[in-house]
């Protein structure tokens, strides 16, 4: 009842009036009746619905921009625009050692290089050639040219290159700054750039810096030099075609410049040089001018018919001012910390450097510059040539220890006949083989504390990773075994090194230490074909073989850290560059020393005492020792050789108290070095060294104090026992002074014990296969007379086999010579002659007599002092005739 009461009460509140509803089909004749306007306004409703969604989005869309302008482009808008005074010529200086005062070096770049012209001087002609086929709207555009742009932006869209929207305002900071990626950012940051500096500077004003910065060819930059350098005359002076000729050189320098070599062919395959296509690109120009009413049918046939005269006749080759190999380092430095410091282009650098009024305080020392380039300019200094012809080739720097300045830079030998040629010393990169040893093997073991100088390894193959034994050693397969870390460095041992660096640095750490002590440009991990190429690894860190090499600025001063007592200084070849403003100089680049104690001081004394003597060769077991060609006569000196695969490069860096020199030597294209037992990189060091430190004191290396003399043993580093110095080789007991961390409190040899100590036979000595002697003894038998006997400790350790490989003390341990077997000389027992002073005599035969047993029989002295029986010797009178002894 209640549950249709419900139900009523429902109907009753309802739009219909019946208290039953029926369906549609209950009433065919009634249908469902159709609202009016229903489709337009589901219409409106999604296109409503549409529009506020892109609205939105759009409004999204343009926050995220705002941010992305806000924080990502403007701040590169902002970068510093401001406009370097030219017209003064930049020069270089030296200091003068005995006065202190800055001589004058040398101008920077011809006159003609780079010459600033004032719009007022140029011929009309010449902004309206820039601004007819550049950009025709430069006048009325604010700095972006809005059709152009759109018609960049579809082409990006259809995937055609970002390109020909910039207008002179665009290519002309592209021009101050280098920022030219082919991207979108770019193309946005551009056109913010653009706006802002129409903003703050007049159309002539830009007109003006664009003309002068343009690059023309043949290294000009700008209308001015570009006019002396290929009419020889002011720019004032150019008529409209030569205006246009130069205009037209800019598109591509390369191509239409008139003194390019360039070839290339036309649309009709004809093949044009690049005066030809000069004259075509000066012709469209003026066509463009023309076109856009810039001048007359008369003046445009005018020009197209004047014959363009150049200075240098075809083919001619420009007079060039020659740096020497020291003035272009500064160059290259200076220009690349004003550009990481201000941001210029190259080719605004280039004006800069030229007509900037620039004052660069240098580095050099002329005296040792000009030894260095002395050696390197005489052919008979390194007169090698390789089989296929090509002539050895070298480089050297030379590093003041004290101050970390580059005092000398030679990049290549011979005479030097061009500007920025290839640098062996700044930018080649070869391969350092064991002269990296230093500085990825010793010096961090010895900075962890893992091993001191007198620690001992063994120079043996360390495995059969190559599938025999590895490592060889330079010379071909002789290991020496045991061997103390010195005498390890001193003969280049390349199974010490690796073992340094496998067992006990780990080349993780190795590479870290290079690259981050000494700054080597080490290689983490870089794709090579299929191949995944990496120096951290035994191979590159013990030996050598990096996966991009070294130059010789790089290891100059990475080797000069151990001659200033573990201070790392960065090379440089300048202290300061000022520009000349209204007589004054305003500093751009203060280039202060940058120094930094990456080794302690007792890693560092280690060093120089232990790389002396790869020179020197002096101390226990200094035989073997590499660098002895480059010994100085009257001064101290360490270093290092390096040798690579294949004989490709030798190196050779030194330093004495005063100078750190690095020296490189190979061919151009990797070859054979073909030199005999020569390393020219040592000869040549000594060259130039020895001329360097004529009349120098011969002072020490940095002294250090906390020194500890220790007496320990050459075959175990461990405090030397009784029984080192009856090592059959002789003596094994050396002396030395380490650092009290590195004594071995308590710890006697362990290679020479009691255990290991037995008699040999002088009369049996053990034979090589070819019958020769080899130095050594069988051990003493029981016949052995006393006065053939010695006493001797045989080294006694263990070593797993490596191949077929064996070192040379291997001959020596105990286990190898008691496998030789007892004496074969004194086999028997002797034949006792008769004594006829014996009392005794003559004796029964038949009873055996022991001359070494007291208690045997009658007894004969065996030593021959004839006393038999503890008897006295007989009277001369007891002769007894021999024919009646038994």
């Known amino acids: 009842m209640s549950d249709q009461n419900n139900n009523n009460s429902l109907y009753e509140n309802s739009e219909y009036p019946s208290r039953q509803r029926r369906t549609a089909d209950q009433h065919p004749r009634r249908r469902p009746r159709k609202k009016r306007g229903s489709t337009g306004k589901t219409i409106l409703k999604v296109l409503g619905t549409l529009f506020l969604v892109g609205l939105c989005t759009g409004a999204v869309l343009c926050c995220f921009g705002a941010y992305y302008v806000q924080t990502v482009i403007l701040p590169e808008v902002e970068v510093s625009m401001d406009d370097f005074q030219l017209g003064e010529n930049s020069v270089m200086y030296y200091q003068d050692k005995e006065t202190g005062r800055y001589v004058e070096m040398t101008t920077l770049l011809s006159s003609t290089s780079s010459v600033w012209v004032d719009l007022e001087e140029m011929p009309k002609y010449l902004p309206q050639a820039a601004v007819a086929i550049e950009d025709q709207r430069f006048y009325t555009h604010p700095g972006v040219d809005w059709k152009r742009t759109a018609k960049a932006v579809l082409d990006m869209f259809l995937g055609n290159d970002i390109s020909g929207g910039s207008t002179i305002t665009q290519q002309l900071i592209k021009n101050m700054t280098d920022y030219n990626e082919t991207t979108v950012k770019r193309k946005v940051t551009e056109i913010f750039r653009a706006i802002r500096f129409t903003q703050n500077n007049s159309k002539d004003d830009t007109l003006e810096m664009y003309l002068n910065i343009i690059p023309l060819g043949a290294g000009c930059e700008g209308v001015g030099s570009a006019s002396l350098k290929y009419f020889g005359k002011p720019v004032s ?74 200075v240098r006749a075809e083919g001619e080759e420009a007079e060039t001012e020659i740096y020497n190999w020291y003035e272009e380092t500064v160059i290259s430095d200076v220009r690349a910390d004003l550009k990481e410091k201000y941001g210029f282009s190259d080719s605004r650098l280039d004006q800069i ?13 002329p005296e040792i510059q000009a030894i260095a380039e002395a050696v390197y300019e005489d052919r008979a200094n390194l007169n090698y040539t390789s089989k296929s012809g090509q002539q050895m080739q070298s480089s050297i720097t030379i590093i003041d220890n004290e101050t970390g300045d580059v005092a ?57 990773r190559t599938g025999s034994a590895w490592p060889l050693n330079s010379g071909g397969n002789r290991y020496r075994g045991l061997t103390t870390l ?38 983490d991990a870089v794709q090579s074909g299929d191949q995944i190429m990496s120096d951290i690894d035994i191979s590159p860190m013990a030996m050598g073989g990096l996966t991009a090499g070294v130059s010789s600025r790089t290891m100059a001063q990475a080797y000069a850290t151990f001659p200033s007592a573990g201070v790392y200084t960065y090379s440089r070849t300048y202290t300061r560059v000022t520009q000349l403003v209204d007589g004054e100089e305003v500093v751009l680049l203060e280039n202060e020393p940058e120094k930094e104690q990456v080794l302690k001081e007792s890693t560092a004394y280690y060093m120089n005492t232990m790389l002396q003597r790869v020179i020197s060769g002096s101390g226990a077991g ?19 050789t390096g040798t690579t695969s294949d004989n490709f490069d030798r190196w050779f860096v030194g330093y004495t108290p005063y100078y750190t020199a690095a020296v490189w030597t190979g061919y151009e294209q990797n070859e054979k070095m073909k030199t ?80 290991s100590v037995v008699k040999v036979c002088v009369d049996s000595p053990i034979l090589n296969e070819d019958g020769t002697e080899t130095g050594l003894y069988h051990i003493a038998g029981p016949y052995c007379p006393e006065e053939s006997l010695r006493e ?95």
């Open 408 to 464: 000398a830079i030679v990049g290549r030998f011979g005479e030097k006949t061009e500007n920025r040629g290839m640098n062996y010393a700044n930018a080649a990169k070869r391969q350092p083989g064991s002269s990296i040893k230093p500085l990825t093997v010793y010096a961090p073991a010895l900075e962890m504390g893992k091993l001191s100088p007198i620690s001992v390894l063994d120079d043996y193959p360390y495995d059969t």
């Open 237 to 310: 002076e150019l008529t409209l075609a030569e205006c246009a000729s130069l205009v037209g050189i800019t598109n591509n320098p390369s191509k239409y410049g008139p003194y390019s070599f360039a070839k290339s062919k036309t649309s009709t395959g004809e093949v044009w040089d690049a005066r030809q296509w000069n004259k075509y690109r000066q012709e469209v120009i003026l066509g463009e001018m023309l076109k856009q009413g810039m001048i007359s049918q008369e003046e445009h046939d005018e020009a197209v018919a004047q014959e363009l005269v150049f």
């Open 486 to 523: 010195k005498d390890g460095l001193m003969r280049s041992a390349n199974t010490i090194a690796v073992r340094v660096v496998a067992d006990y640095v780990t080349p993780q750490e190795s590479f870290s230490f290079g690259k981050d002590k000494f700054k080597l440009d080490l290689v």
């Open 353 to 365: 450097m030229a007509r900037g009024g620039l004052r660069i305080y240098t580095c050099m020392d």
């Open 622 to 640: 200094g035989d073997g020792h590499t660098g002895g060609e480059a010994a100085l006569s009257g001064m101290r000196a360490a270093g290092k």
């Open 676 to 755: 005999g037992s020569a390393n020219p990189a040592a000869v040549l060091w000594k060259k130039v060294m020895s001329q360097v430190h004529e009349g120098l004191e011969n002072k020490k290396f940095p002294e250090v104090s906390g020194l500890k003399q220790v007496t320990y043993c050459l075959d175990s580093g461990l405090l030397a026992g009784e029984y080192c110095a009856l090592d059959p080789r002789g003596s094994r007991v050396a002396t030395d002074y380490i650092f009290p961390e590195d004594y071995p409190d308590g710890r006697t040899c362990t290679v020479h014990t009691a255990e």
């Open 792 to 886: 001797v400790c045989y080294p006694n350790y263990e070593r797993e086999k490596v191949g077929s490989a064996v070192a040379q003390d291997e001959m020596y341990r105990f286990d190898v010579v008691e496998a030789q077997g007892t004496c074969t000389v004194h086999t028997e027992a002797p034949v006792v002659q008769p004594d006829p002073s014996d009392p005794n005599f003559p004796w029964d035969p038949s009873q055996p007599v022991d001359p070494n047993d007291p208690g045997s029989g009658n007894q004969t002295d065996p030593s021959g002092s004839g006393s038999g029986s503890g008897s006295d010797s007989p009277p001369p009178s007891q002769d007894i005739p021999q024919d009646q002894w038994p």
